[in-house]
């Protein structure tokens, strides 16, 4: 099964369907297993260029994971050098046109633009979130490391991942949740009921003072 849920952990093993995307909320913890793909902005952009030329692109991405990273080199002994979540943003224009070929889930670092979770609906897809600065743990899940396509591109290029147990949280799921506004919708509702606390100043700065 690609969606399995044990206790507080769902697993996910791509491919995926709609169905499979169907059972993912904004706030999930999902960790990944199998195979995932590396892309960022050069890649993309070749990608949606590809696409527009009526070009087949270099990997089929129906019912795959795309991760936005740039890995650093690996270092002795390692598949992989750091490899945490670049800004998911600047991958918006490039987006919609994936999801229109059957990718079903991205992974990356921040809020999305409205265009993009819109796409996310009609296609029947979902955007997770990993955690920024934390690349170093995030690769200790990364087994092997393949380079796919677009091998000029250096660490920009797209690679599969072999991994065990990627974590993520589902940021904007399929039918239109979105986690990051959840939390600030949160944080407002405290503020205005008078249960957020600012923290207080420090004594010296209360007091005017300093050494």
């Excluded at 995307?21 to 195979?35: I, M, P």
């Excluded at 270099?58 to 002795?76: C, F, H, N």
């Excluded at 029947?124 to 490391?145: C, N």
Aim: glycine share 12%.
């Amino acid at each position: 099964m690609p969606i399995t849920r044990t206790n507080d952990e769902i697993r996910a093993e791509p491919p995926f369907t709609d169905d499979d995307v169907a059972q993912l909320r904004a706030g999930d913890h999902v960790k990944f297993y199998g195979a995932i793909y590396t892309a960022r902005d050069a890649a993309h952009r070749r990608m949606v260029e590809a696409l527009g030329k009526g070009e087949p692109l270099p990997i089929d991405v129906r019912g795959q994971v795309i991760y936005y990273v740039g890995p650093s080199p690996a270092r002795p002994g390692r598949a992989i050098g750091s490899a945490g979540p670049t800004t998911s943003m600047r991958l918006d224009p490039f987006t919609p046109p994936l999801l229109e070929q059957g990718l079903k889930v991205i992974i990356g670092k921040g809020g999305r633009g409205s265009v993009v979770k819109q796409s996310l609906q009609d296609h029947k897809a979902v955007y997770l979130l990993a955690i920024g600065g934390a690349g170093a743990l995030l690769s200790k899940t990364i087994k092997s490391v393949d380079v796919i396509a677009y091998e000029d591109l250096g660490t920009e290029s797209i690679k599969k991942l072999t991994v065990e147990g990627f974590p993520a949280i589902v940021c904007c799921d399929m039918y239109g949740g979105d986690l990051l506004l959840q939390g600030k919708d949160q944080w407002r509702q405290q503020e205005k009921l008078g249960a957020y606390q600012p923290v207080a100043p420090l004594a010296e700065e209360k007091d005017g003072g300093g050494s």
